[in-house]
């Protein structure tokens, strides 16, 4: 099968989070089946086993993306249209088929990161055209959350299928934890991700329970950031890979306090490394955090702090959370992901003999 995906970043982004690994991993899944695979998405790009067409900037791509599928891919057996809140509106200019691969519908978070004009438009194009533009278009929704979200904005139930794409490596060190309570947060710092709720509950988590707080990542929110940070609080930036895994190993508690994920694949990282999550029971980070099992979820900034407190009192009970966590993140490795995607591409390009799905109890077709 031949599959071009069509992203708004690559992995050489300063930006570049989940969605860009998700994208990256399952091309190279698929290369490695014996597909031929190609990533067209907005520059910067970097050099990757299956070819990467650079679309220009952040918005010009929209108007190349048309005029690079029609020069290199409008014979390829599938497009996987990326929706990021901005849609390419792949229907429009593409007669083969395409499949809609959606980690989560934007909400809030478009008055988040824009003025309130253009949120208006992105928050009404993505709640009303886009639904309209794809009608018949399949789709593959990370989560369970993500799919009620796409039924929610008019695409029909009928049309998505949820699939477990996020995939998690298995932790490669085994360090044991801090002798203090070591508090970590990882991810992009913009907006959505709350890190400002964070720090406002954290002076009160510190006089109950002491320890540290470590910031790990960058964005536009950094500075803000910096000057809201109190004692005990360390913002380290982006690490490297190797320095991830140890300190989410040392780490006692994963504090995630997003508005909303696709899926939070940090967290499944943290599970990973053994390291329970305390996050908001919000899309994406509810479908992540098995609550009361591999770790706790609130549903207020009050009940968030007094989690965060409650764990880091009961040495046993971390312990135990931790142990199910790693068996829980041992369930999503990349290689089942791939599985996956591989049967709802097939599904969607109409390969003879695809499966779409095994009718488990849901409004939504799963793959699993």
Request: net charge neutral.
């Amino acid at each position: 099968m031949k599959v071009v995906f069509a992203g708004w970043r690559d992995l050489a982004h300063p930006q570049a989070g989940g969605a860009e690994v998700l994208v990256d991993r399952l091309a190279t899944g698929m290369l490695d089946r014996g597909h031929e695979v190609a990533l067209m998405c907005g520059g910067p790009v970097a050099e990757h086993p299956y070819p990467v067409v650079d679309l220009g900037g952040t918005y010009t791509q929209y108007l190349r993306a048309p005029l690079e599928h029609r020069r290199r891919f409008a014979d390829w057996d599938l497009l996987v249209d990326t929706e990021n809140g901005v849609p390419f509106f792949s229907p429009l200019w593409r007669s083969g088929p395409i499949l809609c691969l959606v980690h989560h519908v934007h909400t809030e978070q478009w008055a988040h990161r824009f003025p309130a004009p253009i949120a208006a438009l992105g928050r009404e194009t993505e709640r009303r055209v886009m639904p309209r533009v794809y009608r018949r278009t399949p789709f593959v929704a990370v989560s369970p959350s993500t799919a009620t979200a796409l039924a929610g904005i008019g695409v029909h139930p009928d049309d998505i299928t949820v699939a477990s794409l996020n995939g998690v490596a298995t932790c490669p060190v085994e360090a044991a934890p801090d002798p203090e309570p070591l508090f970590v947060t990882l991810g992009r710092l913009v907006p959505h991700k709350r890190i400002d709720l964070l720090l406002s509950c954290w002076p009160e988590v510190r006089r109950r329970t002491g320890g540290r707080l470590v910031i790990v990542g960058d964005g536009p929110e950094r500075r803000r950031l910096e000057a809201l940070a109190g004692e005990g609080v360390e913002l380290v930036g982006k690490i490297d890979e190797d320095q991830k895994w140890e300190l989410l190993s040392r780490a006692w508690v994963l504090a995630h306090p997003a508005l909303h994920e696709g899926w939070g694949a940090v967290i499944l990282e943290a599970a990973s490394a053994g390291t329970p999550a305390v996050g908001f029971d919000v899309p994406g980070v509810r479908d992540a955090i098995v609550d009361g099992r591999t770790g706790l979820l609130a549903t207020s900034a009050e009940e968030f702090t007094a989690r965060l407190i409650e764990l880091a009192g009961e040495p046993g009970r971390l312990e135990a959370l931790g142990q199910r966590a790693r068996d829980h993140a041992a369930r999503f490795g990349w290689e089942h992901s791939v599985d996956e995607f591989e049967r709802v591409a097939d599904a969607a390009a109409g390969r003879p003999g695809a499966r779409r799905g095994n009718g488990r109890r849901s409004r939504y077709r799963s793959t699993s």
